[in-house]
């Protein structure tokens, strides 16, 4: 089974400063997608980055970007010149490419960013 | 983009009685949906796939009784919490991918606040 593991429970980052997130993940799989979600307090799941596990380079969306390893099973989220509404939950999550494949979302980091 | 509805977002009902969800997507055809339950500070369990026109899937440890989704449409799935209790408060929230386009993400609704009394 795919399991995706968050290790950071909660990370603080100060204003225009950038700050990391961890991901890793276990899968037997080949083939798959990598998320980024965002959920601030209203709970709306906002997806920040993708990846396709065939891509060799990094997938970036503006201000964040992605360092994909896929030997070392590895997906961190980079979020450069952070922003007061950075603020929120993140959540890393995998899905393997089968056509109605589930997505398995990690435990999640609750990311502060301070003035 | 692909836009996944649902409503209600906030439902308070008393105990025992059976509250129904409902997802929709607005611009596509979901053959399958998925339908999550995130408790406080927690991330998202998914509860079970939905699937048009069959049976939905559910995850170990849902009860298929309890938790009654029905795909009947392209657009539409129904989650009802049967007989509810305190400990099914919760919230809920759905989700679609557009068929068929592999590197799709999931789009998710806004979630349902379920507060059972």
């Known amino acids: 089974a795919q399991t995706v593991t968050q290790s950071q429970p909660e990370m603080s980052v100060q204003e225009a400063e950038t700050v990391t997130l961890s991901c890793t993940y276990d899968t037997s799989e080949s083939d798959y997608y990598l998320f980024w979600y965002k959920q601030p307090p209203s709970r709306q799941m906002i997806l920040v980055i993708r990846?396709?596990?065939?891509?060799?380079q990094n997938a970036t969306e503006n201000r964040f970007s992605v360092n994909f390893q896929k030997a070392a099973k590895s997906f961190s989220l980079k979020i450069s010149d952070s922003q007061l509404g950075d603020a929120a939950m993140y959540f890393c999550?995998?899905?393997?490419?089968?056509?109605?494949?589930?997505?398995?979302f990690g435990t999640g980091t609750r990311l502060q960013v301070t003035l | 983009g692909a836009v996944v509805s649902q409503h209600p977002s906030w439902v308070i009902c008393k105990s025992g009685t059976s509250v129904k969800i409902e997802c929709r997507s607005l611009?596509?055809?979901?053959?399958?949906m998925f339908w999550y339950r995130q408790f406080p500070k927690q991330s998202l369990m998914l509860m079970a796939t939905?699937?048009?026109?069959?049976?939905?899937?559910?995850e170990q440890g849902v009860e298929k009784d309890k938790f009654l989704i029905n795909h009947a449409s392209l657009t539409l799935s129904t989650l009802t919490v049967t007989s509810a209790h305190p400990e099914d408060s919760s919230f809920y929230i759905c989700?679609?991918?557009?068929?068929?386009?592999?590197?799709?993400?999931?789009?998710f609704g806004d979630g349902t606040r379920l507060s059972i009394l």
């Open positions: 989700s679609a991918r557009v068929p068929k386009v592999p590197n799709q993400p999931q789009h």
């Open positions: 611009d596509f055809q979901a053959t399958t």
């Open positions: 939905s699937n048009e026109g069959s049976k939905a899937t559910y």
């Open positions: 999550a995998y899905r393997y490419t089968g056509t109605a494949s589930k997505l398995t």
């Open positions: 990846q396709e596990a065939y891509k060799q």
